[in-house]
């Protein structure tokens, strides 16, 4: 059994659901100050909305397309216990539509970090494994940039701000040498082995590589990163081959899932599908959204999220057809630091 330090993983991340109001709108409940919230309309076509405090509240980019990140006028804040939207914006607070929001808690605005060959501003939180890391690429093969965990991230996420460009991701089971391979969460297409993004040199407890590609490393361009690495009970980067069946296979993280991510990584043509456990939020209608589209949820049975992982219950292409790559966030863990086991409900 998996055990877990973090009890509570709702202090470090939470998926919060609100209905716009074209108006100023306080979004609490959150149970910590996020630094990272990811926002998309549930009921209708819009874009992914991403804002950071690194960065800063008004400064957004999307998944869903590759468009440089904008100026907005909606997120007004951070908050100690949610963020506030305001204005009438389609991707965030439309009168009346109904929206998901994914939090994440790192360390606020971040401090400076000189580890690597280019200096960063990294805001970390090594108890849950995340870090939001914002740098100045160099052009250079090879450079490095700290990302302040201490222990080896198994998946970065990286976004060329000011250019239109790729979101892309690094994840430790893309192939049996993940740092050769990348794949983009913009789009439907398959990983691809480029040394351009990561240098094909694995990441360390204190930085990542990175090429000579403009996606990660324009000279002189502003690039965001978010850096996870894996804490057992609370989060699970992994990977599962499907079987083609209804009864599909089982994932184990060693808790209840909060948030599941998943791709098929070794074919194009699938998309980035996302789910949680407030859309709907019982098996097996767990309702899901595309990273990689502006559509509204589906509603086609796909899995189930139960106390210990989640089971796949379709033959579809996009969960049980070829190889895929996950991350998963806790509900609960399931089995405490004491080794005690933790009530979870089966769903």
């Not at 709702?10 to 100023?24: H, M, P, R, V």
């Not at 930085?207 to 502003?222: C, K, R």
């Not at 690039?223 to 079987?243: D, L």
């Amino acid at each position: 059994m998996a055990f877990s330090a973090i009890i509570k993983p709702t202090d470090y991340f939470n998926t919060k659901l609100y209905t716009g109001t074209d108006s100023s709108n306080a979004i609490t409940g959150l149970n910590f100050q996020p630094d990272f919230t990811w926002i998309k309309m549930s009921s209708s076509t819009a874009s992914h909305a991403l804002q950071d405090a690194v960065r800063g509240n008004d400064k957004t980019f999307r998944t869903n397309n590759t468009n440089a990140q904008y100026t907005n006028s909606f997120f007004s804040s951070f908050n100690s216990d949610g963020f506030t939207v305001a204005t009438s914006e389609t991707d965030a607070n439309a009168d009346g539509s109904t929206y998901a929001s994914w939090n994440w808690k790192a360390n606020g605005a971040g401090s400076a970090n000189t580890t690597g060959s280019i200096n960063s501003t990294v805001s970390a939180n090594t108890t849950s494994g995340f870090s939001i890391v914002s740098y100045t690429g160099n052009g250079t093969s090879g450079a490095t940039v700290g990302h302040g965990l201490g222990v080896i991230p198994q998946v970065i996420i990286v976004k060329r701000l000011n250019a239109t460009d790729q979101t892309i991701m690094y994840h430790h089971k893309l192939n049996a040498t993940p740092q050769d391979y990348y794949i983009r969460i913009s789009d439907t297409g398959a990983a691809s082995d480029f040394a351009g993004m990561w240098n094909d040199t694995a990441p360390t407890s204190s930085l990542f590589s990175i090429g000579n590609s403009a996606t990660t490393n324009a000279n002189s361009e502003a690039m965001i990163a978010y850096c996870f690495a894996e804490k057992q009970g609370y989060s699970k980067f992994g990977s599962y081959a499907a079987n083609a069946n209804v009864d599909g296979p089982f994932i184990y993280t060693g808790f209840s899932p909060a948030f599941v991510l998943l791709k098929q990584y070794n074919t194009t043509g699938s998309n980035w599908m996302l789910f949680d456990d407030k859309r709907e939020g019982y098996n097996i209608e767990n309702y899901y959204l595309h990273p990689d589209t502006n559509a509204s949820q589906g509603t086609t049975d796909k899995l189930d999220l139960v106390s210990n992982g989640f089971k796949i219950r379709t033959t579809g292409g996009d969960t049980n057809s070829g190889d895929f790559i996950y991350m998963a966030f806790a509900k609960h863990p399931f089995v405490a630091n004491s080794g005690e086991s933790i009530p979870t409900t089966a769903r």
